[in-house]
Each structure stands twice: as structure tokens, then as C-alpha cells.
């Protein structure tokens, strides 16, 4: 329960510290989005799914390794995750925010495959990171696209 517990508190923290400004998400809000991305509304409701499943991924691996490296692994995940966003807003380009969605994947997809010699349970917990995350990118590049030499 302890590590559960612990868990919890570095994720609250790591997404307090990665988040991006008012301002800055502002501007992030004021972008062009593709015309198929009806759902943008359900996002924060998906994401929070997917920190659910990534918290009790991260508990059932320490509960089957008791191994510090492995929640290491996860925070790195975690950070790719939150830097997403802030990388974006911060630096006003859609491209960072591509680039850094791209590599979060590619580490779950490690991630993933690492944990799933431990508990398969865990490992299916990053599904539905691994599906999302594909999604999120590519709504990333398309409103590069959408937006390019705009200066909102």
C-alpha cells in the first residue's frame, strides 16, 4: 500500500512540475486542430485512464521485482509523457512536441516489453498508452501542418 501510495505522489508531482503555464497552454488551445478530431473533449478523460493504467502498471511491477531500476524506467516514461505538453507550449513548436511524443512511445514500447517478462498484467496495463500515443502524435503533426506559419 506504501508503494501505491508513493507512486501516486511522484506522478502528482512530476505532472505539477511538467505542466504548462496558463498563458503558455493558452496559446497551445488557440492552435487550428484537424477536422476529425471530434473527441478532443474526451482527451483529459483518456489520459486519465491511461495515468490509471500506468500507476497500477507501475504497482504490480514493483509488487513482482521490488527493483528501484524498473520504477526508474517508469518515471522516465512519466517524464516523456508530462514533457510532451510543456515542451510544446514552452518552446511554441509543434515539432518538439511530435518529436518528444514519438520518443515516449518508442520507450513504452520498450517499457512494455521489459515489464511483460515480469507480470502480463502489468505489461497490458501500457496498451492502451501504446495505442493512444500514435493518436496523439499525429493529431501533433497535423496541426503542425494546420499551422504553420501562424503565429496565434
Given at each position: 500500500?506504501?508503494?501505491?501510495?508513493?507512486i501516486?505522489?511522484?506522478?502528482?508531482?512530476?505532472?505539477?512540475?511538467?505542466?504548462p503555464?496558463?498563458?503558455?497552454?493558452?496559446?497551445?488551445?488557440?492552435?487550428?486542430?484537424?477536422?476529425?478530431?471530434?473527441?478532443?473533449?474526451?482527451?483529459?478523460?483518456i489520459?486519465?485512464?491511461?495515468?490509471?493504467?500506468?500507476?497500477?502498471?507501475?504497482?504490480?511491477?514493483?509488487?513482482?521485482?521490488?527493483s528501484?531500476?524498473?520504477?526508474?524506467?517508469y518515471?522516465?516514461?512519466?517524464?516523456?509523457?508530462?514533457?510532451?505538453?510543456?515542451?510544446?507550449?514552452?518552446?511554441?513548436?509543434?515539432?518538439?512536441?511530435?518529436?518528444?511524443?514519438?520518443?515516449?512511445?518508442?520507450?513504452?514500447?520498450?517499457?512494455?516489453?521489459?515489464?511483460s517478462?515480469?507480470?502480463?498484467?502489468?505489461?497490458?496495463?501500457?496498451?492502451?498508452?501504446?495505442?493512444?500515443?500514435?493518436?496523439?502524435?499525429?493529431?501533433?503533426?497535423?496541426?503542425?501542418q494546420?499551422?504553420?506559419?501562424?503565429?496565434?
Open positions: 500500500m506504501v508503494a501505491a501510495l508513493v501516486l505522489l511522484v506522478m502528482t508531482g512530476v505532472a505539477g512540475v511538467l505542466n503555464s496558463r498563458q503558455d497552454f493558452a496559446w497551445f488551445i488557440r492552435l487550428r486542430r484537424p477536422r476529425w478530431l471530434v473527441f478532443e473533449g474526451w482527451i483529459p478523460v489520459w486519465l485512464l491511461i495515468y490509471a493504467c500506468f500507476a497500477a502498471s507501475a504497482w504490480l511491477t514493483w509488487q513482482a521485482s521490488w528501484a531500476p524498473w520504477m526508474v524506467a518515471l522516465v516514461q512519466l517524464v516523456l509523457v508530462q514533457s510532451y505538453t510543456l515542451a510544446i507550449c514552452r518552446s511554441r513548436s509543434l515539432g518538439a512536441g511530435t518529436a518528444i511524443g514519438f520518443a515516449g512511445w518508442v520507450w513504452g514500447i520498450a517499457l512494455t516489453l521489459g515489464v517478462t515480469l507480470s502480463s498484467l502489468a505489461a497490458g496495463l501500457l496498451v492502451p498508452y501504446l495505442l493512444w500515443s500514435p493518436v496523439g502524435t499525429l493529431v501533433t503533426w497535423q496541426m503542425r494546420l499551422n504553420r506559419g501562424r503565429r496565434p
